[in-house]
């Protein structure tokens, strides 16, 4: 499928039949398998009694395109056994909400999709926070391989430009900034970051192995203690030493991860690991759940 701009989605779905017809195309690619029983025996479309629309148990009309299966003889839409189902929102406007919270760089709030789609606020909640649920499951939320760049920085202000009761404890070494760890994969280019408690090894170790697989993973860092401590768990590891001014050694660089991009960055400055949750992640600019205080997820 051609690549896909908001004024070509659009045009696209012009009707609720439309957008039906784009999510079978998707899902399955001109030959509908029964969610039922996984049947692939070609089902039966249902037409509709005027050829255009069939009315919903309220009387009201619907373009929902349903399905019968030759097997088990249960009627299915490309909607069954997806976040799409059982809602009453339009499918155009699910489409549409995908489409932005894949698309953009910072992420969308529930408020902003509440003004644009003339939806409640408690109903634009729901749409988002779907399919961000959605995004956490294989195969969009499966595990990083191959060249896996891992780096952290520090989100939050200058000490100096705080007042003067937020400014925290000084020092050198010591900061109430919030660490985020960032895991880009060089192989696809998919960023996945996380608010963590601290950097030690152990802390960077329980992230990095919810989102990496180890065994087949060749992990690229600088050369800080704690990625040295969990070196042995990955299939290979190779450093740059920021220290003696190296930023590129051969085919090693953290500069991908570098550390996180302004516009990747902005969504969490704000964040502070003692919340209990926080928006979930967008391909592209990924953004994942936070740990607590104790380093469980949430």
């Known amino acids: 499928m051609e690549a896909l701009n908001i004024l070509a989605l659009a ?27 996984g049947s692939v025996r070609k089902p039966y479309f249902l037409t509709p009694a005027n050829g255009a629309s069939r009315k919903t148990r309220t009387g009201t009309a619907s373009q929902r395109r349903v399905w019968k299966c030759a097997d088990c003889r249960k009627q299915f839409s490309v909607l ?104 880009v994969s060089r192989e696809t280019g998919e960023v996945r970051s996380r608010v963590v408690t601290d950097v030690r090894g152990s802390s960077l170790r329980r992230v990095i192995a919810e989102h990496v697989h180890a065994k087949s993973t060749h992990l690229h860092t600088d050369s800080a203690a704690s990625y040295v401590k969990i070196a042995a768990d990955f299939a290979g590891h190779s450093t740059v030493d920021h220290y003696a001014g190296e930023c590129v050694r051969g085919d090693v660089t953290t500069n991908r991860g570098g550390l996180l991009l302004p516009a990747q960055a902005e969504p969490r400055r704000n964040a502070s690991p003692r919340l209990a949750r926080a928006p979930d992640p967008l391909p592209g600019g990924v953004r994942l759940p936070l740990l607590d205080a104790q380093g469980e997820r949430h």
């Not at 045009?11 to 969610?35: H, I, M, S």
């Open 11 to 37: 045009d696209k779905l012009r009707t609720e039949a439309d957008a039906y017809e784009f999510l079978e195309d998707l899902r399955w690619n001109g030959q509908p398998v029964c969610p039922h029983c």
């Open 80 to 183: 069954t056994g997806t976040i799409f189902h059982g809602s009453k929102v339009p499918v155009r406007t699910w489409i549409f909400v995908v489409f932005e919270m894949c698309s953009s760089k910072n992420g969308v709030s529930a408020r902003e999709i509440e003004r644009k789609y003339n939806l409640t606020a408690k109903t634009a909640w729901f749409v988002t926070h779907r399919i961000r649920e959605a995004m956490k499951r294989d195969p969009l939320a499966g595990l990083l391989s191959g060249r896996v760049v891992a780096d952290e920085t520090w989100i939050g202000g200058k000490p100096k430009n705080r007042h003067g009761h937020k400014r925290g404890q000084g020092g050198q070494g010591k900061t109430d900034k919030t660490p985020v760890l960032a895991l």
